[in-house]
Protein backbone atom coordinates (compact mmCIF):
# COMPACT_ATOMS: atom_id res chain seq x y z
CA UNK A 1 0.00 0.00 0.00
CA UNK A 2 0.84 3.83 -0.60
CA UNK A 3 1.62 5.82 1.95
CA UNK A 4 -1.22 8.02 1.61
CA UNK A 5 -3.58 4.59 1.88
CA UNK A 6 -1.66 3.63 4.94
CA UNK A 7 -2.77 6.28 6.74
CA UNK A 8 -6.16 6.02 5.90
CA UNK A 9 -6.27 2.48 7.20
CA UNK A 10 -7.18 1.54 10.86
CA UNK A 11 -6.45 -2.38 11.24
CA UNK A 12 -8.10 -3.09 14.63
CA UNK A 13 -5.97 -5.61 16.27
CA UNK A 14 -7.42 -6.60 19.71
CA UNK A 15 -7.05 -9.93 20.93
CA UNK A 16 -11.02 -10.57 20.95
CA UNK A 17 -11.25 -9.13 17.59
CA UNK A 18 -8.62 -11.42 16.40
CA UNK A 19 -9.74 -14.48 18.12
CA UNK A 20 -13.26 -14.12 16.52
CA UNK A 21 -12.11 -13.74 13.60
CA UNK A 22 -9.63 -16.95 13.54
CA UNK A 23 -12.86 -18.98 14.48
CA UNK A 24 -14.57 -17.18 11.11
CA UNK A 25 -11.62 -17.84 8.68
CA UNK A 26 -11.88 -21.81 9.81
CA UNK A 27 -14.08 -23.86 7.40
CA UNK A 28 -15.29 -25.84 9.63
CA UNK A 29 -17.16 -23.36 11.52
CA UNK A 30 -21.03 -23.64 10.72
CA UNK A 31 -23.47 -21.12 9.26
CA UNK A 32 -24.90 -20.20 13.01
CA UNK A 33 -21.60 -19.99 14.61
CA UNK A 34 -20.56 -18.05 11.79
CA UNK A 35 -23.20 -15.53 12.00
CA UNK A 36 -23.04 -15.08 15.54
CA UNK A 37 -19.33 -14.02 15.76
CA UNK A 38 -19.75 -11.41 13.03
CA UNK A 39 -23.16 -9.76 15.33
CA UNK A 40 -19.89 -10.37 18.14
CA UNK A 41 -17.31 -9.16 16.09
CA UNK A 42 -19.00 -6.11 14.59
CA UNK A 43 -20.52 -4.64 18.47
CA UNK A 44 -16.37 -4.71 19.21
CA UNK A 45 -15.74 -2.98 15.75
CA UNK A 46 -18.15 -0.27 16.39
CA UNK A 47 -16.35 0.49 19.52
CA UNK A 48 -13.21 1.34 17.95
CA UNK A 49 -15.07 3.35 15.13
CA UNK A 50 -17.10 5.22 17.17
CA UNK A 51 -14.13 6.23 19.14
CA UNK A 52 -13.66 10.16 17.49
CA UNK A 53 -17.57 10.63 17.46
CA UNK A 54 -18.41 14.32 19.46
CA UNK A 55 -20.46 14.43 22.43
CA UNK A 56 -22.57 17.06 24.30
CA UNK A 57 -23.15 18.05 27.21
CA UNK A 58 -26.84 17.57 28.76
CA UNK A 59 -28.09 18.18 31.96
CA UNK A 60 -29.17 15.14 33.54
CA UNK A 61 -29.86 13.90 37.51
CA UNK A 62 -27.91 11.57 39.27
CA UNK A 63 -29.43 9.55 42.70
CA UNK A 64 -26.80 12.49 44.05
CA UNK A 65 -27.04 15.64 42.42
CA UNK A 66 -27.25 17.23 39.12
CA UNK A 67 -24.73 17.32 36.33
CA UNK A 68 -23.89 18.15 32.66
CA UNK A 69 -23.22 14.54 31.10
CA UNK A 70 -21.64 14.05 27.58
CA UNK A 71 -24.00 11.79 25.30
CA UNK A 72 -23.55 11.20 21.66
CA UNK A 73 -26.24 12.35 19.51
CA UNK A 74 -27.29 9.09 17.94
CA UNK A 75 -29.62 10.29 15.45
CA UNK A 76 -26.61 11.59 13.70
CA UNK A 77 -25.47 8.27 12.86
CA UNK A 78 -26.33 6.31 10.14
CA UNK A 79 -25.12 2.89 8.97
CA UNK A 80 -25.44 2.09 5.48
CA UNK A 81 -25.28 -1.81 4.75
CA UNK A 82 -24.22 -2.65 1.39
CA UNK A 83 -26.39 -5.81 0.61
CA UNK A 84 -26.45 -8.43 1.61
CA UNK A 85 -23.58 -9.63 3.23
CA UNK A 86 -23.22 -5.92 4.81
CA UNK A 87 -26.23 -6.73 7.02
CA UNK A 88 -24.58 -9.25 8.93
CA UNK A 89 -22.52 -6.14 10.45
CA UNK A 90 -25.36 -4.09 10.57
CA UNK A 91 -27.05 -6.05 12.99
CA UNK A 92 -24.01 -6.29 15.28
CA UNK A 93 -23.38 -2.46 15.09
CA UNK A 94 -27.20 -1.69 15.98
CA UNK A 95 -26.61 -3.48 19.42
CA UNK A 96 -24.30 -0.33 20.00
CA UNK A 97 -25.45 2.50 18.42
CA UNK A 98 -29.42 1.31 18.88
CA UNK A 99 -30.26 4.63 17.81
CA UNK A 100 -28.48 4.97 14.53
CA UNK A 101 -30.00 5.32 11.37
CA UNK A 102 -30.04 2.69 8.68
CA UNK A 103 -29.67 2.84 5.21
CA UNK A 104 -28.73 -0.16 2.25
CA UNK A 105 -26.86 0.02 -0.77
CA UNK A 106 -27.79 -3.37 -3.24
CA UNK A 107 -24.75 -4.27 -5.70
CA UNK A 108 -23.83 -7.29 -7.04
CA UNK A 109 -20.60 -8.20 -8.77
CA UNK A 110 -20.43 -8.68 -12.60
CA UNK A 111 -18.63 -12.41 -12.95
CA UNK A 112 -17.44 -11.34 -15.99
CA UNK A 113 -16.45 -7.86 -15.99
CA UNK A 114 -16.18 -8.03 -11.76
CA UNK A 115 -17.69 -4.39 -12.04
CA UNK A 116 -20.15 -3.59 -9.38
CA UNK A 117 -23.97 -3.26 -10.32
CA UNK A 118 -26.73 -1.04 -8.22
CA UNK A 119 -29.70 -2.44 -8.10
CA UNK A 120 -31.64 -0.98 -4.92
CA UNK A 121 -30.64 2.37 -2.72
CA UNK A 122 -31.88 3.94 0.41
CA UNK A 123 -30.54 6.24 3.03
CA UNK A 124 -32.35 8.70 5.22
CA UNK A 125 -33.49 12.05 4.76
CA UNK A 126 -31.20 14.91 5.88
CA UNK A 127 -27.77 12.82 5.18
CA UNK A 128 -25.71 16.40 5.01
CA UNK A 129 -25.94 16.13 8.59
CA UNK A 130 -25.42 12.80 9.68
CA UNK A 131 -21.97 10.34 9.54
CA UNK A 132 -22.47 7.55 7.62
CA UNK A 133 -20.64 4.63 8.65
CA UNK A 134 -20.73 2.29 5.54
CA UNK A 135 -20.11 -1.76 6.09
CA UNK A 136 -19.10 -4.87 4.18
CA UNK A 137 -17.32 -8.12 5.41
CA UNK A 138 -14.85 -7.72 2.65
CA UNK A 139 -12.81 -5.01 0.94
CA UNK A 140 -11.76 -7.21 -1.91
CA UNK A 141 -11.58 -5.68 -5.71
CA UNK A 142 -12.87 -2.05 -4.23
CA UNK A 143 -15.18 -2.08 -6.81
CA UNK A 144 -18.40 -2.54 -4.61
CA UNK A 145 -16.61 -0.17 -2.43
CA UNK A 146 -15.85 2.58 -4.42
CA UNK A 147 -19.33 2.43 -5.76
CA UNK A 148 -21.07 2.62 -2.72
CA UNK A 149 -19.01 5.57 -1.21
CA UNK A 150 -19.60 7.44 -5.20
CA UNK A 151 -23.07 6.68 -4.48
CA UNK A 152 -23.20 7.59 -1.11
CA UNK A 153 -21.80 10.95 -1.73
CA UNK A 154 -24.43 12.18 -4.16
CA UNK A 155 -26.66 12.35 -0.71
CA UNK A 156 -23.62 14.73 1.26
CA UNK A 157 -23.18 12.96 4.32
CA UNK A 158 -21.08 15.06 6.74
CA UNK A 159 -18.49 12.16 7.08
CA UNK A 160 -17.97 8.87 5.34
CA UNK A 161 -16.20 5.81 7.27
CA UNK A 162 -15.73 2.36 5.56
CA UNK A 163 -15.79 -0.94 7.90
CA UNK A 164 -15.07 -4.48 6.89
CA UNK A 165 -14.14 -7.69 8.81
CA UNK A 166 -11.63 -8.61 6.01
CA UNK A 167 -9.82 -5.94 3.60
CA UNK A 168 -6.52 -6.70 0.88
CA UNK A 169 -3.44 -3.99 -0.57
CA UNK A 170 -5.41 -4.38 -3.85
CA UNK A 171 -8.80 -3.37 -2.52
CA UNK A 172 -7.43 -0.33 -0.39
CA UNK A 173 -6.04 1.04 -3.37
CA UNK A 174 -8.85 0.99 -5.45
CA UNK A 175 -11.09 2.61 -2.78
CA UNK A 176 -8.24 5.62 -2.09
CA UNK A 177 -7.45 5.65 -5.63
CA UNK A 178 -11.04 6.73 -6.47
CA UNK A 179 -12.06 8.17 -2.60
CA UNK A 180 -8.74 9.30 -0.87
CA UNK A 181 -10.79 10.95 2.01
CA UNK A 182 -12.79 7.85 3.21
CA UNK A 183 -10.59 5.61 5.97
CA UNK A 184 -11.15 2.38 6.03
CA UNK A 185 -11.76 0.30 9.48
CA UNK A 186 -10.88 -3.40 9.85
CA UNK A 187 -9.80 -6.82 11.47
CA UNK A 188 -6.84 -7.18 8.77
CA UNK A 189 -5.27 -6.86 5.84
CA UNK A 190 -4.57 -9.96 4.23
CA UNK A 191 -2.00 -11.03 1.73
CA UNK A 192 -3.97 -10.30 -1.64
CA UNK A 193 -6.83 -11.38 -4.01
CA UNK A 194 -6.48 -14.59 -6.04
CA UNK A 195 -7.70 -15.19 -9.99
CA UNK A 196 -11.13 -15.34 -8.70
CA UNK A 197 -11.21 -11.84 -6.58
CA UNK A 198 -10.98 -14.19 -3.46
CA UNK A 199 -8.92 -12.87 -0.58
CA UNK A 200 -5.99 -14.83 0.49
CA UNK A 201 -6.73 -16.20 3.23
CA UNK A 202 -9.29 -14.74 3.52
CA UNK A 203 -12.46 -17.15 4.68
CA UNK A 204 -14.37 -17.48 1.87
CA UNK A 205 -17.59 -15.99 0.96
CA UNK A 206 -18.95 -14.18 3.60
CA UNK A 207 -22.54 -14.24 2.53
CA UNK A 208 -22.63 -17.72 1.38
CA UNK A 209 -21.28 -18.36 4.99
CA UNK A 210 -23.43 -15.80 6.67
CA UNK A 211 -26.95 -16.96 4.62
CA UNK A 212 -26.00 -20.54 3.86
CA UNK A 213 -26.40 -20.38 0.46
CA UNK A 214 -23.38 -23.00 -1.09
Do not use: W
Request: charged share 20%; net charge neutral.
Amino acid sequence: MSGTSASKVHVIDHPLVQHKLSLMRSKDTSTSNFRNLLREISMLLAYEVCRDLPTTKVRIETPISPMMAPMLDGKKTVIVSILRAGNGILDGMLQILPSARVGHIGLYRDPTTMQAVEYFYKVPDGMEERDAILVDPMLATGNSAVAAVTKLKSSNPRSIKFVSLLACPEGIEVLHAAHPDVPVYTAAVDERLNEKSYIVPGLGDAGDRLFGTK
